[in-house]
């Protein structure tokens, strides 16, 4: 059972250039979100969706799409790279939504120069 | 909207130390409360959850947490640290209520010293 599979695991783009970070999952979990995680910051919450053609966006989306044209998958794209999206970036899901934890993939560091 | 705050950034211990981990929540209504761990270089792992019943939860590896509604607090708790609990502790809230998402704290980086 492989939960929350995040590819890839480095990357280092430049500015101004475009990325899709992926995300799958093989838990049958109808929620997944993307965060990312800055030094200090905690974990801040970019876009959620709840379930297939379903997504929503978080607290810092600005920067960035996603899409869930599927229950597995759930890419964050981003567009025209700034420095200020270095940061690590993790893709989580549940199942049953707020009363459960989520689990995490093991992440993707992106620096942008 | 809620938010968490948790009040230690960083915390040096001793083994076999006793740790105590602050958080408190901001928000008026009914909550879920989760300390999540992540251990270096590693994500996030769920270390203990409370959403309902009794207040005082335990999770994986002997850590316990107590919700207290009236301070709005569940702190996070281990009798006695091992060296292997260097890591970053999360505090992590969410409303219990509609498609609520996570809202986490910055934080706290526990350093444990043999």
């Known amino acids: 059972n492989a939960g929350v599979t995040q590819t890839p695991k480095f990357r280092i783009l430049k500015i101004g250039q475009s990325m899709t970070l992926q995300c799958t999952q093989d838990m049958n979990h109808n929620y997944m979100y993307w965060y990312r995680q800055d030094p200090g910051m905690g974990l801040k919450l970019i876009y959620y969706s709840v379930g297939a053609g379903i997504t929503d966006k978080g607290e810092v989306p600005n920067g960035y799409n996603v899409s869930r044209s599927t229950t597995e998958d759930f890419p964050l794209r981003l567009e025209l790279a700034a420095p200020s999206q270095t940061s690590v970036y993790f893709c989580?899901?549940?199942?049953?939504?707020?009363?459960?934890?989520?689990?995490f993939g093991s992440g993707t560091r992106l620096t942008v120069v | 909207a809620q938010s968490v705050s948790q009040h230690n950034h960083h915390v040096i211990l001793s083994e076999a130390a006793s740790l105590e981990l602050g958080c408190n929540y901001s928000?008026?209504?009914?909550?879920?409360l989760f300390w999540y761990v992540q251990y270096p270089g590693q994500h996030l792992q769920l270390l203990l959850k409370?959403?309902?019943?009794?207040?005082l939860v335990k999770g994986i590896k002997g850590f316990e947490a107590e919700f207290i509604k009236s301070k709005f607090s569940f702190n996070l708790r281990k009798p006695s640290v091992q060296w292997s609990d260097t890591a970053e502790y999360f505090c992590?809230?969410?409303?219990?209520?509609?498609?609520?998402?996570?809202?986490f704290g910055k934080g706290t980086m526990l350093l444990v010293s043999p």
């Open positions: 928000y008026g209504g009914t909550v879920n």
């Open positions: 409370y959403f309902s019943g009794d207040p």
């Open positions: 989580a899901s549940t199942s049953q939504g707020r009363n459960y934890g989520y689990t």
């Open positions: 992590a809230v969410n409303a219990d209520s509609g498609y609520s998402t996570l809202t």
